[in-house]
């Protein structure tokens, strides 16, 4: 019978039974003659109780360990001291017992040795590793070599027991001969008489293992003893991989194998004749052939090889000095790398030869603008003249002395005026060029006639430029503070636009001709202007400096919509598509970049055309194609194609170099426009030709 202590926590059970605890310790005084002798002395090392003088006590003990020796449990091998049971030892925690023995006696707790001198005995202790301390019974328990040997198995996960056998053979208890009657009278399963779909599936894997060879059946010992480790003395062994020493294996270059010219009798294609070994006197010693074949009657009479040990010493210096470098090679076919484009033959038609030559100008022909019906074509040259071509026949059909170079000319777009736009020097000219019917001559007459400019209802009329009519080249000339480099024209006719580099703030000016006024425009460029542009559809207007290309919404104000960032040294020249959605930008260091309204503001692509400086650009109004043209007398023809689909990127093709110009001054083609209805291209070059390229 085991006791449980109540005496645990605060208002434990010991003060409801006072008389219970009194009664135990009167009878232990009246038991014994000593207070020491009735409680077990929990100093000892061995874990034994220690004499109580009385040979009862002796005799029962005796008796309960033999009783514990036959008993069959496991649990009941080592006698507890304690009799507490699954009582916690917390309760105890102020007590000065843990517990009662088998007899009832108190288990007092140890005195707690200092931690110094429990230190001190553990380093001098050998055994000291052995020892665990059993907070149960309070007191250290050495653990035997079975009991570490019992520790160690069940950590590996084996039974504790050396002699337990887990795989043992299964013995069948249960006599099947002469049975009569089945242990079970219940059907057999359905699942028995259908196959299994998960093992089919198995053994479908391994059947398709053993055929790619990842599974291959093991090798019985008389079979690997057999087969013996051959060498293979002549196999060359660049392709192996796998060594035994190496981790990554490099083998060394193989020398190469004497061919027929190191025959001791070769064929006579072989043997060089004196003039042939002459020559190889005068070539480099790296060129230099470094064996000349020679032809001996028999074996006898050859020589002993001159370089046979220098050849032999650097051998062996190559096999271990030279460092080796595994090099991945890529087998990768160069025309693979180069993007599908159409053929040439599909892109047609493109301007491809020079036509016809227009001469006439005696010096380079800086500009060229074509007529919107693309019968006459405009050019300006630094001989101070504008002359008036007529396409189809070369014919110059006027001839108007400015008196100054002219840097550029634009014709007007509108089919019902017959007016051109001559920049030179700080002067627009607006002049009527004569061609057209007589309706067409009237109502340019009377657009070039100069009134009194009207007030602008804005206020920003320009006071530093003036309309003034010159009666000698009867058109009209707006003079500004400082040089014009470009005039471009709106669309619809009426509008136009200069750009004075040196303006600064004040370098572009919007002037109508139908209320002969001229608006500025304030824009804060931070750089020196180049050339301005209006978009073909909306009321865009372009503005280019050095480094940039801006976006301005003419009705509100000039408000800045967009800014296009080209990464170019400087800009020489913009075009815009006819959609209005791309732009190109030439520039001085022979670079084009495409711009992508709707895409980004960095160049979709940069190409690297030219040698020289790009002067101009051009797109064409209703064919894909676009030019350019440069100081290196050449001009380049892509196709450019601009699909309304815009997941699918621009098509940019190039087609054809066309040459022809000559070089003056350094200076090349300095100018390219397109024909409005041909795929024709115009150039005007500095030796002061002007060429039509057709196809």
Known sequence: MRIKDMSHGEGSDSEDYPSIRDSDSEGEENDFSSGDEDVINTSDNDGVAGDYGNSDDESDSSELHEGVEES????DEVVPRNTVGDVPLEWYR?????GYDIKGKKIKKKEKADKLQSFLASADDSKNWRKIYDEYNDEEVELTKEDIKSISRLLEGKAPHGDFDPYAPYVDWFKWDDSNHPLSNAPEPKRRFIPSKS????VNKIKLAIRKGLIKPKKSKEEEEEEEEIYPLWEDDSNTTEKDNHLSYIPAPKPKLPGHEESFNPSLEYIPTQEEINSYQLMYEEDRPKF??????????IPAYENAVKECFERCLDLYLCPRVRKKRLNIDPESLKPKLPSRTELKPYPVACYLEYRGHD???????VEASGQWIASGSLDGTVRIWEVETGRCVKICKIGEAVKYVSWNPNPEHSIVAVSAGQDVLLLNTGCGDEEV?????ELLSVEMPMPDDSGKTASSVSWLHDDKLEGVRLRHSKTVASVEWHRKGDYLSTVMPAGESRAFFIHKLSKKFTQTLSFKLHGIAVTSVFHPTRSFFFISTKKTVRVYDLVKDGKLVKKLETGLREVSSIAVHPSGDHIIVGSREGKLCWFD?????KPYKTLKLHQKDINNVSFHRSYPLFATCSDDCTAYVFHGMVYSDLNQNPLIVPLEILRGHTSSNGRGVLDCKFHPRQPWLFTSGADSVIRLYCN
């Not at 102020?94 to 843990?98: G, M, N, T, V």
């Not at 309204?597 to 503001?601: A, F, K, T, V, Y």
Request: charged residues 40%; hydrophobic residues 30%.
């Open 597 to 601: 309204m709707d895409l980004s503001s």
């Open 363 to 369: 010096d380079a022909v800086t500009s060229v603008s």
């Open 94 to 98: 102020d007590e000065k017992h843990i």
């Open 72 to 75: 069959d449990s496991s649990e």
């Open 441 to 445: 001559q009237k109502r340019t007459k």
């Open 292 to 301: 000349i074949p020679k032809r001996f009657a028999n074996m006898r009479s």
């Open 199 to 202: 093992e089919s599936k198995l």
